[in-house]
């Protein structure tokens, strides 16, 4: 109750929830002493991808016993999840004292919600000068709350779609945008891209960063993997092969994403070992990208049917989800809520072959579109009806024996399953 009502006089502390600026933050931390010049970073930025690099990043650090502290966002079931400090996930009442303490040195001067917790983090982070900072770049980057560092030991670049076009003006709406957005500010230190969607998109950013002197391993020139069919896959760059054991999370992007992370810290040269890796990307764990729900309520209302959540909500997204579900030989049921700021007819024309489409409402988001009226999007596909909630939409499919349920669309959704769940 204490960190809610905290959290509820942090909302309030700035009319807009964004506002993109570096000024008010910048402020903040001049009074907290700067303490994200006293940190060690990786930064990761991208549209898709950065949670699970950053998972896969974290998992092989403490396979080797290298300490680490991580910034994420947004959250999906608690707020807690976006403060690790010393590989821990922070408790509620070290969250409340650090958000106190932090309110206090603001002094009631103006600031969003996330510029403040992005402070709150740098200043927690500060206190371990040796661990490792994992930094996932919010909105865009260029004036992101997370772009205050003098500093870092690397810039990770996943891959980049079109998002959240509603914050750029009209005219530029384009990949070419966002890219420069993303990546124009980044530091000189190591830069690590990963595998995008299209060549055009990746030499869009070759261009954007071609002035920035630092050293850059792009993905097929200098990293690659390849799929094995017997439970591997095979991982290659300058420093060797690796023969690895197929990590423990659903789809192919998932490779890219650890592919990316073997890759960042083998350039790094951390003192890991190719049984760190092993064992690293086989406890890997990730909320809510394409994560299967083996137990719980809602898994005993499919019973022995199974039941995966994925919180994509854009084109790429879409693909990477979909090129899962096309691997699968069997009946997909689907049921999707969104944001309405999302393109929605984009994302949901990448779903092929369907048995069912069931569209929901998304509990407490005033910003999501209405499950009526995500239905009267999708009328021309085959199959399509609303149900207000979850569970009435799960009791609504005909599911048979083997088929597969997918609650998809948004995060916020996602974190709705897993919390009836």
């Keep these: 109750m204490k960190l809610q009502k905290i959290l509820s006089r942090l909302q309030k502390l700035h009319p807009k929830e964004i506002d993109l600026s570096l000024v008010r933050i910048k402020n903040l931390l001049k009074k907290l002493g700067n303490p994200q010049d006293k940190i060690k970073a990786i930064t990761v930025v991208g549209t898709n991808g950065k949670n699970s690099t950053i998972n896969a990043i974290f998992s092989i650090l403490k396979s080797a016993n290298i300490k680490c502290n991580v910034y994420t966002s947004p959250h999906i079931l608690k707020i807690n999840e976006r403060f690790v400090f010393d590989n821990k996930e922070i408790s509620d009442e070290e969250l409340a004292d650090l958000f106190e303490e932090v309110e206090s040195i603001n002094d009631n001067k103006q600031i969003t919600y996330f510029e403040i917790l992005t402070a709150c983090y740098f200043y927690k982070a500060s206190k371990f000068p040796e661990n490792i900072n994992l930094i996932e770049a919010g909105l865009f980057h260029r004036f992101d709350a997370t772009n205050v560092l003098e500093k870092n030991i690397a810039s990770i670049i996943t891959s980049i779609s079109l998002d959240h076009l509603d914050w750029l003006p009209e005219n530029d709406r384009t990949i070419e945008k966002i890219i420069f957005e993303k990546t124009s500010s980044l530091l000189k230190s190591n830069i690590i891209i990963a ?31 390849l799929i094995n069919e017997n439970d591997y896959f095979h991982y290659e760059d300058k420093f060797g092969k690796l023969k690895l054991p197929m990590p423990n999370l659903l789809g192919q992007f998932q490779l890219e994403n650890i592919s990316t992370a073997i890759s960042t810290l083998r350039n790094l040269k951390f003192d890991i070992t190719e049984a760190n890796i092993k064992s690293g990307i086989t406890n890997l764990t990730s909320l809510a990208r394409l994560q299967e729900i083996k137990s719980g309520k809602l ?26 579900l096309q691997s699968l030989n069997c009946n997909k049921h689907v049921v999707v809520g969104m944001m309405a700021n999302k393109h929605h007819e984009k994302y949901i024309s990448y779903f092929k072959n369907i048995s069912s489409l069931t569209t929901v409402d998304i509990p407490n988001q005033p910003n999501s579109i209405s499950g009526k009226d995500l239905m009267k999007k999708f009328k021309n596909l085959p199959n399509v009806k609303y149900q207000p909630n979850i569970l009435e939409a799960i009791k609504s499919i005909n599911l048979k024996e083997g088929d ?5 669309g948004s995060l916020y959704l996602a974190g709705e399953v897993l919390s009836l769940n």
Excluded: A, P
């Excluded at 060549?199 to 070759?206: G, H, L, P, T």
């Design 299 to 324: 898994k005993e209302l499919v019973k022995s049917n199974r039941l995966i959540i994925d919180g994509s909500h854009n084109e790429n997204g879409s693909k990477s989800l979909n090129n899962y």
């Design 195 to 225: 595998k995008q969607s299209s060549n055009e998109i990746m030499e869009c950013i070759k261009q954007v960063i071609s002035k920035n002197n630092s050293n850059k391993i792009y993905y097929n020139d200098d990293y690659s993997f």
């Design 404 to 408: 597969v349920l997918l609650i998809t």
